[in-house]
């Protein structure tokens, strides 16, 4: 009998009601273009979807001309609440949502258990809202696949891109990062802050702090291997929550990228937008 991670965040930072975090995700969805070319990973936020919905949204509407091709999804995340020192896989054998059950890849993760930066640790992805925030658009805009869930906490960028080299593939596999950016400072000070963490990414200046993104540490591992392979980027939306649902006094920046493999058509935006 395999063992289930439960969603811990329904309710809270999307509907737990099937029906309408269906409507609700495919509505998200239906407001974003999908772009000429399909990326290889994406960068998005992890905020309650009233919040961040429609700038993750943007990122997966990419995915539409090849919900059939990707077939495994490999998805990483700071942790919030329990440290860890490197990657921590789980120990359950399937992630549940509102919309059903995600079988893991056991065959991708048994290819990192001889990493020394790879633990296994279910109190890490136990509570764990930034992977979990995920699941419902990839279960709305793929068909089936299996996932391979990282909860990153101390790690340095090399550490990171070594797991995601291994665990690269071909068009099958797609490779997301989870982060929001700056956290609780006012309206026209997050613009800046975060207007500049923008830029670095689209620069792929792998040194992020958590200070400009909680999930600096994946996202730095990310920007690091797709350097390497001469990835492209495209800048799909930023934004912060004093546009969306929050007051202006204390926000949350969000933003999300397309990479695309050597050759994609897409270029990069060097312009902060608001949503």
């Avoid at 309650?48 to 949204?57: D, V």
């Avoid at 509102?98 to 296994?120: F, W």
């Avoid at 299996?146 to 797991?163: M, Q």
């Amino acid at each position: 009998m395999h063992s289930i991670r439960q969603p811990a965040v329904a309710g809270t930072f999307y509907p737990a009601q099937p029906q309408k975090l269906r409507a609700d995700v495919a509505a998200l969805l239906d407001t974003a273009a999908p772009l000429a070319e399909v990326p290889k990973a994406l960068i998005v936020p992890h905020a309650g979807y009233i919040y961040s919905g429609h700038t993750a949204a943007r990122a997966y509407a990419s995915l539409t001309a090849a919900r059939a091709t990707i077939r495994r999804v490999v998805l990483l995340g700071p942790v919030h609440r329990v440290p860890v020192r490197g990657l921590a896989l789980p120990e359950a054998d399937v992630f549940a949502t509102p919309l059903g059950e995600i079988a893991l890849d056991r065959t991708a993760m048994s290819a990192l258990a001889e990493m020394p930066q790879v633990v296994v640790s279910a109190a890490a992805h136990a509570w764990e809202h930034s992977l979990e925030v995920q699941l419902p658009f990839l279960q709305v805009a793929l068909d089936e696949f299996t996932l391979v869930p990282l909860a990153v906490g101390d790690a340095s960028a090399a550490e990171v891109a070594d797991v995601l080299e291994t665990l690269w593939g071909g068009p099958e596999t797609l490779i997301v990062i989870s982060s929001d950016l700056s956290h609780f400072h006012s309206y026209d000070e997050a613009r800046r802050i975060d207007g500049d963490t923008v830029r670095s990414i689209l620069d792929f200046d792998s040194a992020l702090n958590h200070e400009q993104a909680c999930g600096g540490t994946p996202i730095n591992g990310l920007l690091r291997a797709a350097k390497k392979r001469a990835l492209r980027m495209q800048l799909l939306q930023a934004c912060n929550s004093g546009d969306t649902a929050g007051d202006k006094a204390r926000v949350v920046g969000y933003a999300s990228f397309a990479l695309f493999a050597a050759g994609a058509s897409a270029e990069a935006e060097h312009e902060y937008v608001r949503h």
